[in-house]
């Protein structure tokens, strides 16, 4: 096998990862809240529907029909009907880019390996559609401002719940880090429960406080 075609099956296989990764990202946002019970998945995931709904109304609106290379199921050539998902793929990277990138304006913290990641997935993914003719260069910068403009949106409106999700993992991995031998089991209204250690009362912590005040006359 020469390197040119060694080339060509990277690209393939390029191609194929861009077609599904509409779908990949909703079954990551999905798994992410029903397995590691992450608010931020379920809010992402919904963000995902709604902005779905709005690129099915926005279809249907101005009657588009996307170009036979944008389905992700089925081909002529298979004799099958075409599958097409609401949003084009460079949208939906985008709208997901958005959230992200918004997230950090609003913490004032800049992350460097999520901001690269997905700066690179969405160059590739619209020099992908591009290439299998999906796309042209004019309709994918369209579909591009339209996720970041939607997503930003989205992130305005439901900041507020992924800053909590977040700071609920954040205290969840601190708690379980533990410190000295020092691990709590849960949190409950601020109140951190810690293991092994057995509850005292104030009459106890009272009495023990005179005997060594009691002590300290007699010497």
């Known amino acids: 096998m020469d390197i040119l075609q060694v080339l060509n099956n990277f690209k393939s296989f390029i191609h194929t990862f861009i077609r599904f990764l509409p779908l990949g990202i909703y079954s990551f ?30 279809k249907n609106y101005f009657q588009y029909t996307p170009k036979d290379n944008c389905a992700i199921f089925g081909g002529k050539e298979e004799g099958t009907s075409l599958g097409f998902l609401p949003n084009a793929h460079e949208e939906v990277v985008a709208f997901l880019t958005a959230i992200i990138y918004s997230n950090m304006w609003d913490k004032f913290q800049f992350d460097f390996i999520p901001f690269v990641f997905l700066l690179v997935l969405l160059i590739v993914t619209t020099w992908s559609r591009n290439a299998v003719g999906c796309s042209e260069f004019g309709d994918s910068v369209f579909h591009i401002i ?74």
């Open 146 to 219: 339209t996720g970041v403009i939607v997503g930003m949106l989205f992130y305005y409106f439901m900041g507020k719940y992924y800053m909590e999700g977040e700071r609920g993992a954040l205290e969840r991995e601190t708690c379980d880090l533990g410190y000295n031998n020092y691990k709590c089991t849960e949190i409950r209204d601020g109140t951190v429960i810690v293991k092994g250690k057995k509850p005292t009362n104030k009459l106890d912590n009272e009495k023990e406080f005179g005997s060594e005040e009691q002590g300290w006359y007699e010497s």
């Open 29 to 58: 946002s999905y798994f992410q809240t029903a397995l590691y019970k992450d608010k931020r998945g379920g809010i992402l995931l919904l963000g995902l529907i709604l902005n779905d709904i709005l690129g099915y109304l926005y």
